[in-house]
């Protein structure tokens, strides 16, 4: 039982120092600085020139922002990645510049940006006096560009930038220099993925693909999972472990449904399956009573209620006897003769005619006539009902609904019936972690009484020995998730995006569909290269199952050649630096200052890692005022002379 | 190395007492510096969030593009042409059945019984997983 229980980390973030920057930064020419702006991390560092490419990048912390614990508070203002400790208590207030891969909210760029230029050891004044190498989104919308140009230059004087793609990047990082390559770069994210085709040296822009899905959709999707089937745990479900799970505990299938069908065999089950040891909490289990007691509780509420019910009966019942005897005397009137009285009478009740008395008077009887066969039939049954009731009257299930679990062989000798109370237990938990798990017990009955712990607090067996047990087996097991198929369905959502309900097609599909827009030849070049990067491919399984993809597509017998980036997560950065570090000389692929203004934020140089760009003027946005104070009528002048501040 | 100390003084003194941020202005910044897609105080009351990235994609769509121009919506992955699997809610195999009452799949007889039992919120959580949940009441 001991087997594949693993703790959760939850590995909290330690501040960034803020570092000097050295003599790194300081040369003759200034030294480029690196940013590979992620929807999920950001990662930072200088570009050094020399022999020694440097370590990593200086700096990597999570693309998001928080204000201070608390709500507002004047002082410390928003903190930003590491500094932040540990995400989930503030899971609710955290803000990213990002809406999927494009950032649109450029205040909190402004942050993070100031956050990374600080803890770079950025010292010059007035102005960031570095060039800047920054990724972007595949065919990003001109208007971000816009806005981060913007940024870059007029808040951070920065002298000149280059743009590029992050899967760009990578892929020039693992290929020897200076080759034309073409390939197919698969690139899979936090928040999409995309397929890009790269044509001698240059990305094939109007032939890219981007799917939607990628880490955090799979992060969430399993959270989702583990929440419905363990609805006792729902806070302790946080995101965080969700993708500590994904990142240490998933793999891909290289076959789905083949995998799966192993999964139904218990034995695999056991061996494979992954308990996630969730933190004690005492608050879930409420009441320390024990069963008995608990029992005896259930019974009593349950002979109050009863009670309360036969005597509300009781009352109608004498109500509705009045109203028929006073009916019948009406009636009688008629009978007599009497008929002034009768009328008046029938005002009274608001009857129109005798025959409509008599209805009244036989629908009546028969209601009494049924409530008194009711209390009769109350008293009868009041044994009865409190052994057969359910223990939690909240709960809207039916005693008579419950299915026998039909377990071959061991309980045939069991009676079948509905109301009994052991089988009642099993079938009646609604917060039984797994059913494969039922499976595999029911071949065992001592393996049977193993997985009472599992179910919830309520429904522990009166009749059997074991109740002594489970107090102590309670506790483990209960604070357990178990991962079973969750493993291989998590990751597996960008491949079936169906398994979430988006349309999309998922990566094969859309493999094959970039490869049809080719002719063979061109398709046959560019599978021969085929490269995976970005952080959400680095499940174990992956290059197996692009293989597999590849083989199911690609016609009989022909070759192809599938490589996973050697760092997939820090390749983009890496390649950003080697790019920089050969282009510093070179002013073809930097926007400068001077051209930002002449041309518009949304102006951009091509180069062999960057974007395609479509000359099209953005009009610029409303003027900006030098003075943040100004009222919005002076502002109109402000735009023209916008090139001359700072 | 004026400016170096400079840059070291300034993280220090963010760490002493509740300084006000802004009156601490980082020195390689322009203070004066107002983002102009942020309405702040150019638009006036109107305009005061940022574009997410919705409003932004309707924008650039009435920009004149030419037939062929790679943009970011172009790029979208077309919808799956293939019949989706489909798998059971509850342990993902695959699913050959599914509950008339609440819609949910299953693959055997266990989990009919345990959808069977499901309260109603958690019926309605996997339905939403798969964006399967009607409109209709």
């Not at chain 1, 951070?156 to 590029?164: C, D, E, R, S």
């Amino acid at each position: 039982m001991a087997a594949n229980v693993f703790p959760f980390r939850d590995a909290r973030s330690a501040p960034d120092p803020v570092l000097e920057a050295g003599p790194v930064a300081h040369g003759l020419l200034p030294v480029p600085l690196v940013l590979d702006n992620g929807s999920f991390q950001v990662r930072a560092g200088w570009a050094c020139p020399g022999q020694d490419p440097g370590p990593e990048p200086r700096l990597q912390f999570r693309a998001v922002c928080a204000r201070g614990r608390g709500g507002a508070r004047g002082g410390s203002g928003p903190q930003v990645g590491n500094a932040l400790g540990s995400l989930e208590p503030l899971r609710w207030m955290l803000r990213s510049p990002f809406d999927r891969n494009v950032p649109v909210n450029l205040e909190l760029q402004e942050l993070l940006l100031d956050y990374s230029f600080q803890h770079l050891g950025v010292s010059s004044q007035g102005c960031v006096d570095h060039p800047i190498v920054l990724t972007e989104a595949v065919c990003n919308p001109l208007y971000s560009r816009q806005m981060m140009s913007e940024l870059l230059f007029e808040c951070y004087g920065i002298p000149k930038v280059a743009y590029g793609i992050d899967s760009l990047f990578s892929f020039y990082h693992n290929k020897p220099k200076n080759s034309m390559c073409s390939g197919l770069i698969i690139s899979s994210g936090y928040q999409c993925t995309h397929v890009l085709p790269i044509l001698e040296g240059r990305l094939d822009a109007k032939n890219c693909k981007r799917i939607n899905l990628g880490g955090s959709q799979a992060a969430g999707y399993l959270q989702r999972l583990l929440q419905l089937k363990y609805p006792g745990h729902l806070a302790a479900i946080t995101l965080s472990r969700m993708e500590e799970i994904l990142h240490e505990h998933s793999y891909i299938a290289e076959d789905y449904v083949e995998e799966l069908h192993k999964w139904r065999c218990p034995d695999y089950y056991e061996n494979n399956v992954h308990k996630m040891q969730l933190p004690f909490s005492s608050k879930l289990l409420g009441s320390t009573l024990t069963s008995e007691e608990k029992q005896e509780r259930r019974q009593q509420q349950l002979r109050r209620l009863q009670e309360l019910n036969a005597r509300r009966r009781e009352e109608k019942l004498q109500l509705d006897q009045e109203r028929l005897d006073r009916l019948l005397y009406v009636q009688e009137l008629l009978e007599d003769g009497q008929m002034d009285q009768f009328h008046k009478a029938l005002i009274e009740l608001n009857m129109d005619s005798p025959e409509e008395l008599q209805s009244y008077i036989q629908k009546l009887s028969s209601a009494v006539e049924q409530a008194k066969q009711k209390i009769l039939q109350a008293e009868v049954n009041l044994e009865v009902d409190v052994v057969d009731s359910k223990p939690e009257l909240k709960k809207p299930l039916e005693t008579q609904s419950f299915t026998i679990i039909s377990i071959p062989g061991e309980f045939e000798g069991v009676s079948q019936r509905p109301t009994t109370q052991c089988q009642a237990q099993y079938t009646r938990d609604a917060e039984t972690p797994d059913l494969e798990q039922l499976e595999p017990s029911l071949e065992d009955v001592e393996s049977m009484n193993d997985f009472d712990p599992l179910f919830s607090e309520e429904t522990p067996g009166v009749e059997k020995p074991v109740t002594t047990v489970q107090p102590v087996f309670n506790l483990a097991a209960y604070h357990q998730l178990f991962v079973g198929t969750e493993r291989i369905r998590a990751p597996e959502i960008i491949f079936q995006p169906s398994l979430i309900g988006e349309e999309q097609a998922g990566i094969a599909e859309t493999l094959q569909y970039i490869l049809d827009r080719y002719p063979k030849d061109v398709q046959e070049t560019l599978v021969q290269n085929v490269f995976l990067t970005g952080g959400n491919t680095m499940y174990p399984g992956m290059k197996a199952r692009m293989e597999k993809e590849l083989l199911e597509m690609r016609p009989f017998q022909s070759s192809f050649q599938v490589q996973l980036a050697s760092n997939p997560v820090l390749d983009a950065w890496y390649g950003a630096r080697d790019w920089a570090l050969d282009h510093l000389d070179d002013n073809e692929v930097w926007i400068t200052r001077k051209e930002y203004e002449e041309k518009g934020g949304e102006y951009l140089k091509e180069h062999r890692a960057s974007n395609i760009y479509v000359p099209i003027r953005l009009p610029k946005q409303a003027s900006r005022s030098s003075d943040a104070q100004a009222s919005s009528k002076g502002s109109a002048a402000g735009g023209g002379g916008a090139g001359e501040q700072a | 190395m004026e400016a170096m100390n400079e840059n070291k003084v300034v993280p220090s003194e963010f760490s002493t007492g509740p300084v006000e941020k802004a009156a601490k202005p980082l020195p390689f910044k322009d203070p004066n510096f107002v983002h102009s897609g942020h309405g702040g105080a150019v638009a006036g009351k109107k305009n005061r969030t940022w574009k997410n990235l919705k409003q932004i994609l309707a924008s650039e769509r009435a920009l004149p593009w030419q037939l062929n121009d790679p943009n970011y919506f172009s790029i979208d992955a077309p919808p799956s042409f293939k019949p989706a699997k489909k798998y059971s809610d509850v342990s993902g195999l695959l699913a050959n059945y599914t509950d008339p009452q609440s819609k949910l799949r299953f693959s055997t007889i266990e989990e009919f019984s345990y959808i069977r039992r499901l309260p109603s919120d958690v019926v309605t959580g996997y339905l939403a997983l798969r964006k399967a949940t009607s409109i209709v009441p």
